[in-house]
């Protein structure tokens, strides 16, 4: 070797902070990471990307800790030596901090206390509690959080709650930061907010690995991508190269070209088969606040209507109002089902009634995630699997195990945990749970909140197979993008009122946001 080339091979060398290498993981035989290897560089945002499941927060539990040394096979080299985590706290020791989609932050405690819980500022066993409280406020300069340190977790929404996270890795003299999803929960101002602390922290030379499957939000931040597919390293792409297109990163994750993000679909639109008139909901605790203000709309036999608005605009409102008025207070309006009016005035009732509602917090209300499939699949229709009110459970297997094969659900058995699965995989046994249970009429709220570009294309071909088999389907969206792939037409909610109707020949992004804005300051 040359000194050039010896000196080359120092300098990239030191510009390297992390080496995993061949890193194996199973779990009860199944290989959730089969030879994954990355480097990440100092200094940079390194993302990684992959199908739900691929693997990617197996690998960073791996990396943090979670998954102690011993576990898995490979090694893991940082800062130039090779490193052995049996605890997160030895990971932290070292400057690497993990940040999970699921916060793991006490509601009930303030923000300073959370920041230095376990790493409290002390003298002679006494917490110096004005010390606590001022370099906490200091952290939250840092991150851009105007909040009294005092401020319990629980007043904060999500982002907040993100921003105090890093706040309180921050605090542990973090070298590396990884972050899980973190945008997954928030809205776009948040989103944004986050993406630029994110920016920030690299200027200050913090180095950040990302897992996000929203590939827009990659493009603006990373500096290099790694894709996973299957528990395999796929390629490693620098984002500044020409040939860095969402197209690349989507190949690599699912294998295969997406020419267009929708599956084809051709609509065939018949009956008028909901009409809701005139629809008004207060809140359920403040019930002089209007929510929903006399909504009007209908949806017919095989079409598939969105529903576009701003984050508090009210749609999730209307749509668990009209299923069984599960949200809201001094509900008035009318519900027509094929031209005879109906009452949904219970849950039991709106099922009954032909209704399905899959919820946007498919974790929290959606699914019993410490049950399996076969559990969740059966849980809305039990009455068709019972006799003399018990249930066949060898009938209820049959019925789990051909959603699973419909349905593409990746697991070995119905027998799986339903908490284990992909976000992808929950979704569709959402699905699978509504659609046994026969619906006319099925609201789909945030359908691929949290899910993988190839995951996303299969449930839209899930739901335009709902379509042709001539449901009446309604899209609630925060993507306008999805509304405007997916819909024949969409209507706009703004402050609770439906603000305009757009059919999917004359709808654009700036028509609906247009309409979605209407009546703010």
């Known amino acids: 070797m040359s000194i050039q080339d010896s000196v080359i091979d120092d300098?990239?060398?030191?510009?390297?902070?992390?080496?995993?290498?061949?890193?194996?993981?199973?779990?009860?035989?199944v290989?959730?990471?089969?030879?994954?290897?990355?480097?990440?560089?100092?200094?940079?945002?390194?993302?990684?990307?992959?199908?739900?499941?691929?693997?990617?927060?197996t690998l960073m539990k791996v990396l943090s800790g979670v998954y102690p040394a011993g576990s898995f096979g490979g090694s893991i080299e940082f800062e130039g030596h090779e490193v052995a985590f049996r605890t997160i706290n030895d990971s932290e020791h070292e400057g690497i901090v993990i940040i999970h989609q699921e916060l793991a932050l006490s509601p009930y405690l303030s923000i300073a206390e959370n920041i230095f819980l376990g790493n409290e500022l002390s003298s002679r066993g006494v917490i110096d509690w004005n010390k606590t409280n001022r370099e906490a406020a200091l952290l939250l300069a840092r991150v851009g959080l105007d909040e009294n340190p005092a401020t319990k977790i629980l007043e904060l929404g999500v982002g907040k709650q993100q921003l105090v996270e890093i706040a309180k890795a921050l605090s542990k003299r973090v070298k590396l930061l990884i972050l899980d999803e973190p945008t997954a929960a928030?809205?776009?101002?948040?989103?944004?907010?986050?993406l630029s602390l994110i920016d920030h922290l690299r200027m200050q030379g913090i180095t950040c690995i990302i897992i996000s499957h929203k590939l827009k939000e990659i493009k603006r931040i990373a500096d290099t991508v790694t894709v996973i597919r299957d528990g395999k390293t796929i390629e490693t792409i620098p984002m500044?190269?020409?040939?860095?297109?969402?197209?690349?990163?989507?190949?690599?994750?699912?294998?295969?070209?997406?020419?267009?993000?929708?599956?084809?679909?051709?609509?065939?639109?018949?009956?008028?088969?909901?009409r809701v008139e005139d629809w008004t909901v207060y809140h359920p605790v403040d019930t002089s606040r209007l929510v929903v203000d006399g909504a009007s709309f209908t949806v017919r036999a095989g079409e598939i209507v969105g529903f576009a608005g701003l984050m508090g605009a009210g749609r999730t409102e209307l749509?668990?109002?009209?299923?069984?008025?599960?949200?809201?207070?001094?509900?008035?309006?009318?519900?027509?089902?094929?031209?005879?009016?109906?009452?949904?005035?219970?849950?039991?009732?709106?099922?009954?009634?032909?209704?399905?509602?899959?919820?946007?917090?498919?974790?929290?209300?959606?699914?019993?995630?410490?049950?399996?499939?076969?559990?969740?699949v059966s849980a809305a229709a039990l009455g068709k699997l019972a006799k003399a009110g018990v249930v066949d459970s060898h009938r209820e297997y049959k019925v789990a195990d051909s959603y699973r094969e419909k349905m593409n659900?990746?697991?070995?058995?119905?027998a799986s945990i339903t908490g284990k699965l992909s976000?992808?995989?929950?979704?569709?046994?959402?699905?699978?749970?509504?659609?046994?249970?026969?619906?006319?009429?099925?609201?789909?709220?945030?359908p691929t909140r949290g899910i993988d570009v190839g995951a996303k294309y299969e449930i839209y071909g899930i739901i335009n197979e709902l379509a042709a088999?001539?449901?009446?389907?309604?899209?609630?969206?925060?993507?306008?993008?999805?509304?405007?792939?997916?819909?024949?037409?969409?209507?706009?909610?703004?402050?609770?009122?439906?603000?305009?109707?757009?059919?999917?020949e004359n709808a654009s992004q700036e028509t609906l946001m247009h309409y979605m804005t209407a009546g703010k300051d």
């Open 11 to 29: 300098v990239e060398q030191h510009d390297v902070i992390l080496r995993m290498n061949d890193i194996v993981k199973d779990f009860s035989g």
């Open 31 to 57: 290989k959730a990471l089969d030879g994954v290897s990355i480097t990440v560089r100092r200094g940079e945002v390194h993302a990684i990307c992959g199908e739900n499941g691929a693997g990617k927060s």
């Open 186 to 194: 928030l809205n776009d101002e948040d989103s944004a907010h986050l």
């Open 240 to 274: 500044d190269g020409p040939d860095a297109t969402e197209a690349r990163i989507i190949r690599a994750m699912v294998g295969r070209d997406l020419n267009s993000l929708f599956p084809p679909r051709d609509s065939n639109i018949g009956e008028e088969v909901l």
């Open 319 to 376: 749509a668990m109002s009209i299923f069984g008025r599960s949200y809201g207070t001094n509900i008035s309006g009318r519900i027509y089902k094929n031209g005879v009016e109906i009452q949904n005035r219970t849950v039991d009732e709106a099922i009954h009634n032909g209704f399905a509602y899959a919820t946007e917090d498919r974790k929290k209300y959606g699914l019993n995630l410490i049950g399996d499939i076969q559990v969740n």
């Open 409 to 414: 659900i990746k697991a070995p058995s119905v």
């Open 423 to 446: 976000g992808g995989n929950q979704q569709k046994v959402v699905l699978s749970k509504w659609i046994f249970a026969g619906p006319d009429v099925l609201i789909l709220d945030e």
């Open 469 to 504: 088999q001539g449901k009446a389907v309604v899209v609630i969206s925060s993507e306008l993008p999805e509304l405007l792939g997916l819909a024949d037409r969409i209507y706009a909610i703004s402050e609770g009122k439906l603000t305009g109707e757009v059919s999917r």
